[in-house]
């Protein structure tokens, strides 16, 4: 047995005591000392060996054995590293289709803008090998997935401290997709599968894409008809008409959900949800929901049909909900049909709506307001993530024309904007973070005595509205001291989220503070916003962060506790 020390400048002294032959011997007990001497023999090439990894190829490395009565042996090594090893050249060669191919151009550009390795930087080989991967995945994601790597060589010239780089790549001939091969289809049409796998890029003639076929993964998945997807190339098949093999599991006909669970704007709640992927004689899907909260219990019906070619679907819905604010009570149906196309990046619907309330305030019933109305909606994503985004933006626009049925016709319009954007603070900073900055706003245009429902107006107030408040509480206060759904809807929230990090590695944990504001009334000139503030935490998990804020109403005085799951858009 004996001590061990390594003196090097850091990083590399931990790197060095880490990896360095000596630890292996370090505490066993019968290490004769010929033995000792044998191996400190050999650790100045096995230091010199860890080193040329890290692109140090001209250290100096002085070994000690110090002797103390009484003590074990103590070996102290010291290291100096000498100068780095940097790139002085870089060349990469192509070989097959892709050295020449037009259609190849701007990949051929990214391999030279994206190589990880460039002139300057310090080598390592690490850096190198991680450096020739990428260039083959570069390579490989779109129209080459069976290139490969013929030949690499980094030639280091010590004298100069220098090493020169050399990459050979076969592209191989371009593939293009073919059919579509489904396995595991029974209860359900494999036309659906083929369909869907489709409208994500994977169409005969294209060219290959990697990115098409994890796109199709992801509408199977999303789609509710199939818990788990596999969508790549055959292992054999025509480059210039590639076979797409989709492998599905299939959910059950039929499934029953029961959920409970509870937040602090709704309170406890229980869910009884239940699904039929194939209504008998029509082919639909039916989706059945009961939830019940502290103030409000709903009820609908969903019926979708599977996606045509095109991505559309057929679409019909009917809801019941009873809320309760207090002294004030509404009744509210609301029923819908049109056609929607769901994408991951876009969305689009159109549909005829119904909407009839009926308010009960104080115990006294008011007229019930019916109208029915035109509606398009429109969704588009650009963040880098769908789960835990850091950067992009998303934007909701939703349309519609309608008119009032009940007590008199009159004709209203009425429009609602949603925006989110993710910006990156401090990219160059060893500890970034980020600023998210959320607007909404919504309009009804009317006559002042237009009976417009007041499921097509807005309130303002919770979890992802204006924190500090309970949920629904901003709207236009009324006599009895409730308020009441308005016709202009204004909310704005800026935060700064900032992850967390221990021992100079990021967690999963970050910490926020943010600014709310939001107000609703029905004339401009009294839109008067109602501000929170407050702090929070989020937990990055697999199904997307985990939420809890702690906010501070200005105006009600009431400091409130705002927990969520997951990101929505």
């Known amino acids: 047995m004996f001590d061990l020390t390594i003196e090097a400048p850091a990083p590399l002294d931990a790197f060095l005591a880490r990896h360095?032959?000596?630890?292996?011997?370090?505490?066993?007990?019968?290490?004769?000392?010929?033995?000792?001497?044998?191996?400190?023999?050999?650790?100045?090439?096995?230091?010199?060996?860890?080193?040329?990894t890290q692109g140090y190829f001209s250290p100096t490395v002085d070994v000690q054995l110090r002797d103390a009565d009484g003590a074990l042996p103590h070996v102290h090594i010291r290291v100096e590293p000498g100068p780095p090893t940097r790139i002085a050249l870089v060349q990469i060669t192509l070989e097959g289709d892709a050295r020449d191919a037009p259609e190849a151009a701007a990949q051929r550009q990214r391999l030279q803008e994206e190589w990880a390795l460039p002139v300057g930087q310090t080598f390592s080989q690490s850096a190198w090998d991680t450096a020739k991967s990428r260039a083959l995945r570069t390579l490989a994601e779109q129209r080459y997935p069976r290139a490969r790597l013929v030949n690499s060589l980094a030639d280091i010239v010590p004298p100069q401290h220098e090493a020169n780089l050399y990459l050979v790549l076969d592209s191989g001939p371009p593939h293009f997709f073919g059919d579509v091969a489904v396995e595991g289809a029974q209860r359900y049409d494999a036309d659906m599968a083929r369909r869907l796998v489709r409208l994500a890029g994977v169409r005969p003639g294209a060219p290959y894409d990697e990115a098409a076929l994890q796109a199709a993964?992801?509408?199977?998945?999303?789609?509710?008809?199939?818990?788990s997807a596999f969508v790549l190339l055959a292992p054999e098949g025509d480059p210039q008409h590639h076979t797409v093999l989709a492998r599905v599991r299939e959910a059950p006909l039929q499934k029953v959900v029961i959920g409970?669970?509870?937040?602090?704007?709704?309170?406890?709640?229980?869910?009884?949800?239940?699904?039929?992927?194939?209504?008998?004689?029509?082919?639909?899907r039916a989706l059945s929901r009961l939830q019940a909260e502290r103030d409000t219990t709903t009820l609908g019906l969903d019926l979708s049909t599977p996606v045509d070619d095109k991505g559309w679907r057929w679409l019909t819905a009917g809801e019941l909900?009873?809320?309760?604010?207090?002294?004030?009570?509404?009744?509210?149906?609301?029923?819908?049909?049109?056609?929607?196309?769901?994408?991951?990046?876009?969305?689009?619907?159109?549909f005829l709506q119904l909407d009839r309330a009926r308010v009960r305030d104080m115990g006294i019933p008011q007229p019930t307001a019916t109208a029915v109305s035109a509606n398009y909606a429109w969704t588009r994503r650009v963040f880098d993530d769908l789960t835990?985004?850091?950067?992009?933006?998303?934007?909701?626009?939703?349309?519609g024309a309608g008119v009032t049925l009940s007590q008199e016709r009159q004709p209203y319009l009425r429009t609602r904007v949603r925006w989110l954007g993710y910006w990156p603070v401090g990219s160059d900073s060893p500890r970034p973070s980020r600023l998210a900055l959320r607007l909404e706003g919504g309009a009804v245009w009317s006559a002042p005595d237009a009976p417009v429902p007041v499921t097509q107006r807005f309130l303002a107030g919770g979890d992802n509205s204006v924190r500090g408040y309970t949920q629904r509480s901003i709207?236009?206060?009324?006599?009895?001291?409730v308020v009441e759904a308005g016709k202009l809807l204004s909310v704005a929230s800026l935060e700064w989220q900032r992850p967390l990090w221990r021992d100079g590695v990021k967690t999963p944990w970050e910490s926020v503070v943010f600014l709310d504001a939001g107000a609703v009334a029905n004339r401009a000139a009294d839109l008067k916003p109602q501000v929170g503030v407050g702090a929070g935490v989020r937990y990055n998990?697999?199904?997307?962060?985990?939420?809890?804020?702690?906010?501070?109403?200005?105006?009600?005085?009431?400091?409130?506790?705002?927990?969520?799951?997951?990101?929505?858009?």
Do not use: C, M
């Open 321 to 350: 909900q009873r809320q309760t604010d207090g002294p004030r009570v509404t009744n509210s149906e609301q029923w819908r049909i049109g056609q929607a196309q769901d994408g991951l990046a876009l969305d689009r619907s159109y």
């Open 20 to 52: 360095a032959e000596l630890q292996r011997f370090r505490t066993l007990p019968d290490l004769s000392r010929s033995e000792l001497d044998r191996l400190l023999s050999q650790t100045p090439k096995n230091l010199r060996d860890l080193l040329g």
């Open 217 to 227: 993964q992801r509408r199977l998945t999303d789609s509710g008809y199939y818990p």
């Open 475 to 481: 709207g236009v206060p009324l006599p009895s001291g």
């Open 388 to 399: 835990a985004p850091q950067r992009g933006y998303g934007l909701a626009v939703e349309l």
């Open 260 to 284: 409970v669970g509870a937040s602090t704007d709704r309170g406890a709640r229980f869910t009884l949800e239940h699904t039929h992927h194939r209504l008998p004689g029509l082919g639909w």
């Open 541 to 569: 998990s697999p199904v997307g962060p985990l939420q809890a804020d702690l906010a501070y109403g200005v105006d009600s005085k009431r400091l409130r506790l705002h927990l969520s799951v997951g990101f929505a858009f």
